[in-house]
């Protein structure tokens, strides 16, 4: 389309963001967005519309903030709401409707599970504003959204005006001949992740872990969000390492900061080279403005990020990601945790998948760990046996390394007995010996280790 034919098109497309909440009927299937792209403003007065709807089901992930038509309708009587993560703004909505409203997938499958099992009649869908070309840039967040646009009867882009366009990849626009809506929305800016405060536990895992030299010159990285990831990041701002890369599902505000410091380069990476992939990403205003327009860095679909077989091809991977509880089999629950009424947290997201990737290292040389604190409000969080209740998100015969305040194991190759007694010495010393009692009342430890000798599997640890 020529310009005279672009502008024709849009103005012919746009609408309020009150007649598109008014598009939403009775008996609907909608998708209302994801992380920094959610429509809030079609949030809004959606919930003002709840007396005129009944069995209205939506779709959400990653949910930045508490959602209006929650408010509105906190039984869910009209508002059959599912999401596919949940963060700390919807937890007690999660918590008052039970976990059957997560939407379980491990995250590299849910763009085609969308393409092959799910029909949306409304998507709405936030951008950047329209380039010359007539595309839509999907901004911060392209993960599942091109699945969802391709799975829904009619498209309803929300403009906002400060979300940086994000170099693909691919899947990262939507052409104005593809949707059916236009809905500049001038009340709500893109969403900013507040910065998240660091504890001690938080500096004392992250030397556990780069003291271990898991992370070396050309390692690829995966690092989240968090107290315990953006301390991970800064240390290693002063280990003497270069060259790293990054291949992540997320992308924060300490990455960029080793992007600054000239750390991060990309340069050893075999996929994507030179350029920091990812599929989505939430932090500061000043992140997001570097952001925009860089052809440093490249947003996929987290069928690509996340797939294990295209994780596994980056040179010396390196996956970090929190969980809530290990079992002292090795079982890791990051995202349930049980009893009569199970309580969902967040979700499976992309922790599998990266485990899966490093185990699947073509150099052979990939890492995963899975970090959490020893204990919570003096409860251990390395416990005999999961509760009954708890999901396990990563097997144990998955898990590699595991970590906490107390120091480092290597979990991978080691029997039950071995396994038992070295997640035993990271556990909290208060704990430590209920939880040998335990373990060999359970049958874990036939066997002692000599109490002279660090158990096998133990990386470095600390009394």
């Known amino acids: 389309m020529d310009t005279a034919k672009l502008a024709e098109a849009y103005k012919r497309k746009q609408i309020s963001a009150e007649a598109a909440a008014g598009l939403v009927q009775s008996g609907m299937n909608i998708f209302m967005g994801i992380s920094a792209n959610m429509a809030r403003v079609i949030d809004k007065h959606l919930a003002r519309r709840k007396d005129d709807l009944h069995d209205v089901s939506i779709q959400t992930s990653l949910d930045t903030a508490e959602h209006e038509f929650l408010k ?8 059959k709401w599912h999401s596919g993560f949940f963060l700390h703004s919807v937890r007690s909505q999660v918590a008052a409707r039970g976990s059957g409203v997560y939407w379980a997938q491990s995250w590299h499958l849910a763009p085609g599970v969308i393409r092959e099992q799910s029909v949306k009649d409304i998507s709405f869908i936030v951008t950047a504003p329209m380039d010359a070309h007539g595309y839509f840039n999907f901004g911060l967040s392209v993960t599942e959204l091109m699945a969802f646009c391709e799975v829904s009867k ?7 005006e400060d979300m940086p366009v994000i170099c693909g990849g691919q899947e990262e626009a939507i052409h104005i001949s593809k949707i059916d809506h236009i809905v500049e929305d001038r009340e709500f800016k893109t969403f900013c992740l507040p910065a998240v405060p660091v504890k001690e536990e938080d500096r004392l895992i992250a030397h556990n872990i780069v003291s271990a030299g898991l992370i070396g010159d050309g390692t690829t990285l995966q690092i989240g969000i968090g107290g315990l990831p953006n301390s991970v990041l800064d240390a ?16 924060t505000d300490k990455m960029f900061d080793l992007i600054q410091a000239g750390i991060v380069d990309n340069t050893r990476k075999k996929i994507d080279r030179y350029k920091s992939t990812f599929a989505f990403c939430l932090g500061s205003r000043r992140l997001y403005d570097f952001l925009d327009r860089n052809p440093m860095f490249a947003s996929y679909p987290v069928d690509y990020v996340n797939n294990p077989l295209i994780i596994a091809q980056q040179p010396r991977m390196f996956s970090l990601n929190t969980t809530m509880q290990i079992d002292l089999m090795g079982q890791v629950a990051s995202e349930q945790v049980g009893g009569e009424r199970p309580r969902q947290i967040s979700g499976t997201g992309g922790q599998l998948d990266f485990v899966m990737g490093t185990m699947l290292a073509q150099d052979r040389a990939g890492v995963s760990v899975l970090a959490l604190y020893s204990q919570y409000k003096g409860r251990s969080r390395i416990v005999p046996i999961l509760e009954k209740g708890t999901v396990v998100t990563v097997p144990r015969s998955l898990v590699d390394y595991v970590a906490t305040e107390w120091g480092l194991v290597r979990s991978r190759g080691l029997s039950i007995n071995e396994r038992a007694q070295a997640l035993i010495r990271i556990a909290h010393p208060d704990h430590r010996e209920a939880l040998m009692r335990q373990a060999v009342d359970a049958g874990f430890i036939p066997y002692r280790s000599a109490t002279d000798k660090l158990p096998r599997g133990v990386i470095n640890c600390r009394d």
């Open 236 to 251: 290693l701002a002063d280990a003497g390492v270069h060259h790293l890369g990054i291949h992540s599902e997320m992308l």
């Open 154 to 160: 009619k498209i309803v882009v929300v403009v906002l």
């Open 72 to 79: 509105a309708d906190p039984e869910g009587a009209v508002f």
